[in-house]
């Protein structure tokens, strides 16, 4: 058998009073972990979730999300997060399409309102049974009428529960993410296929019980899920949550706890250089600070250079994906560190650059970047086709371009699908385009991504209104904003009054992007 809530269990026997998460001036221990993640075990097999059952959270970086994440694997059943920015269709269709029986939703805040979104699409979706808002406190009521809570479930249930005996093949988590045509799609990601990865994880970064890291990339995404979250609990270290991304709380944070380990996406390297850290100690943040990790996007050298000189302290760079546990590569610590590059392929996988015959292309040409190994996902829950697409004689196939020197390092040059990468979440033209083409005054839509400075790529929609239908880009931006992500929508729209198309009427994307 392999659970990977043993890693929880093992850290609390060795490290029971050792400080495990972190959020404002609260800090509980490994002991404390592990004995709510077993009362919401117990809470939900009581509730009749069993092996296999799908149980979905969206949930903000808090202590609820550990707690609740490996009490589901307790149970044996799937965990399967959601991004805390979904609007109520979105929430519904991830319900819907993991089959989830049960959702624990964040009561969120003001200016996001996860709880009111969540409750929302949880009604529309007759397969998921149970839904339990995530209040602020335990003890506070929630704000929907007649919905159950978590304190509530949580609330007589033992602090002892015998974990489920799953087999390493099974499904621990489904990470959504999408192609560039169709809805998103899950990705089944085993116990094997994680427990692995986080080993691999804890090793490159030299994680250990007096390792204090940040965690403010999102836990939904499988970077801060296994590489952070994990490979912290794993190894019995101590895991500051920020919800948000912000220089000042970070700065802040890193000077508070010593921080040692810290990982971000290029943006918030990016902030981090521009944000004006004069009031805090940079010396004793450099002291202590020994490691850096960048994934999510290719991280620009010129960042890079920038926040190695002011932090003093390297960044480590790597290659991921949601399917692929998710470390592919990375630049190993006892290796020559290149800048620009994602490093070599880590223990265990394999990886080769490949033409569109499925050829290896030779050294310091481009290809598109496939690999095989322990991390490749099982496939896409309830998608045959889309799997055997991605996936093709064991090799999965990443769409992204690269190039190898001859030191056996990678490069990712470019890409072959049309997903945009804002700020390291992803964003698909095609379901931005679905929910633009529903305004009753658009004719045809066609979204591209289009270089940021600050979040590598943002969003742009090129427009055609119907005949005698107006509006302005600020119209179109709110009307849009308001049945999409925050991060999905537009943050630039041209209205024209053509498209390049082909021959055959496909809308050329390129020649957009030229524009």
Known sequence: MLNLACILEDSARRYPTSPAFTF????????????????????????????????????????????????????????????????????????????????????????LPMGEMGYGGFKEVDTCEQFYMITAKPTDPSP??????????????SPVFNKMASDPNDTAVIIYTSGTTGKPKGAMLS???????????????????????????????????????NSGVYKGAHNILLPRFDGDAVFGLLEKHDVTIFAGVPTMYWGMVNFDSSKYDTDKISRNLRACFSGGASLP????????????VPIMEGFGMSEGSPVVTFNHKNDVRKPGSIGKPVWGVEVKLVNDNGDEVAI?????LVYRGHNVMKGYYNKPEATAATIRNGWLHSGDVATKDED????????????????????????????????????????IGVPDEKFGENIKAFVIMKEGETSTEDE??????????????????????????????KILKKELRVR
């Open 24 to 111: 404002g001036e609260t800090t509980l221990n490994y002991a404390q972990i592990n004995g709510a993640a077993n009362q919401i075990a117990n809470g939900l097999k009581s509730k009749g979730i069993k092996r296999g059952d799908k149980v979905a959270i969206d949930c903000l970086n808090l202590p609820y999300f550990p707690m609740i994440y490996f009490g589901i694997l307790k149970a044996g059943a799937t965990v399967v997060p959601l991004s805390v920015l979904l609007k109520k269709d979105e929430i519904a269709y991830h319900l819907r399409d993991s089959e989830a029986k049960a959702f624990f939703c964040f009561v969120g805040t003001p200016d």
């Open 476 to 505: 179109m931006k709110a009307w849009t904003k308001e049945r999409i992500a925050d991060y999905k929508y537009p943050r630039h729209i041209e209205f024209v009054a053509t498209l390049p198309m082909s021959a055959t009427g």
């Open 408 to 447: 056996g390092y990678y490069y990712i040059v470019d890409r072959t699908k049309d997903m945009i990468i804002r700020g390291g979440l992803n964003v698909y033209p095609r379901e931005v385009e679905d929910v633009m083409m529903k305004h009753e005054g658009v004719s045809m839509v066609a979204v």
């Open 301 to 312: 050298v010129q960042v890079l250079k920038d926040f190695e000189e002011k932090c003093k």
């Open 364 to 368: 310091g040409e481009k290809g598109e």
């Open 191 to 229: 116990h094997s296929n994680i427990m692995l990865n986080t080993v691999i994880s804890a090793d490159l970064a030299d994680v250990n019980n007096k390792d204090v890291q940040i965690i403010v990339l999102p836990l939904f995404h499988i970077f801060a899920m296994t590489v952070l979250m």
């Open 144 to 157: 929907i009428a007649g919905t159950q809570t978590l304190g509530s479930l949580m609330a007589g249930q």
